[in-house]
């Protein structure tokens, strides 16, 4: 299938001494991202951001993908930058942050710090405990995409959500859940306080969980689930810019 106009993953040719992968959301695409991936740039920063598997074209496309195909692109290209910036950062929003995590929990300190947007790693939702079951009958159910506050903002992803796709996302959540504490590279924390897709609690159990002593959590409150587009875009854009000249200035002082 064909990628939709807009959904296209990019990339951004900076400096050598740090760069940024992004890593987007479940159902959704780079196109959330590219205003971020366009401010890191613009301070210099080299920037790459994948399309997932099964993303980008029709709904249909992810019931055959699941979470090692999503997790195998963005470590792809989480290599490709370690082999051309002095020091890397991954930021992701909502399932784009627990890739995120899991990067942080296999590549341990090779990864500078880590940014995350309304991150995902649970739900307290009774229906999904049943998607191992209903994945195996219903191909799809209304989607989750599009909780933004911001009028005339739309979020380009699918209007269903794949239950196959979705029960491997839930598969993810606990590989990850389980490995929280290797994660001790610096944290920025950014999430909504009005999230319709992402409970609070999803924020609470990272942070718990997590062993990093350098933790920043910054709450939007003027902002839903895809903040990246929203009305606090250009708070998430500034801080993330300031965290990783931040990270980058300790480990100067560090070094030396």
């Known amino acids: 299938m064909a990628v939709l106009a807009g959904a296209e993953p990019f990339a951004h040719p900076g400096s050598t001494e740090a760069g940024f992968l992004l890593c987007h959301g479940f159902t959704g695409t780079p196109a959330s991202m590219r205003p971020w991936g366009d401010h890191l740039a613009e301070a210099g920063y080299t920037v790459r951001c994948p399309l997932l598997p099964g993303h980008g074209t029709r709904w249909q496309d992810m019931n055959r993908t699941g979470w090692q195909d999503w997790y195998g692109t963005v470590r792809e290209e989480l290599l490709a930058l370690f082999a051309t910036c002095d020091s890397v950062f991954v930021a992701g929003l909502s399932m784009g942050g627990t890739l995120t995590l899991r990067l942080a929990e296999e590549f341990g300190d090779r990864i500078a710090g880590i940014v995350l947007v309304n991150p995902s790693i649970m739900t307290l939702r009774w229906d999904a405990k049943l998607l191992p079951v209903l994945s195996r009958v219903l191909p ?96 998430i854009f500034t801080r993330t810019v300031d965290f990783a000249r931040s990270v980058r200035r300790a480990g100067q002082v560090d070094a030396g």
């Not at 994660?183 to 999430?191: D, E």
């Open 140 to 235: 799809s159910v209304p989607g989750v995409a599009n909780d933004i506050a911001k009028p005339g903002e739309t979020e380009l992803a699918y209007s269903r959500t794949p239950v196959r796709a979705a029960a491997s996302l839930a598969r993810l959540w606990r590989v990850t859940r389980a490995d929280l504490a290797k994660i001790t590279q610096p944290v920025l924390l950014l999430r909504s306080a009005v999230d319709h897709i992402v409970e609070p609690v999803n924020s609470r159990v990272i942070l718990d969980g997590i062993r990093s002593e350098d933790v920043t959590e910054v709450v939007l409150e003027n902002s839903f689930h895809v903040a990246t587009q929203d009305h606090d875009a250009g708070l």
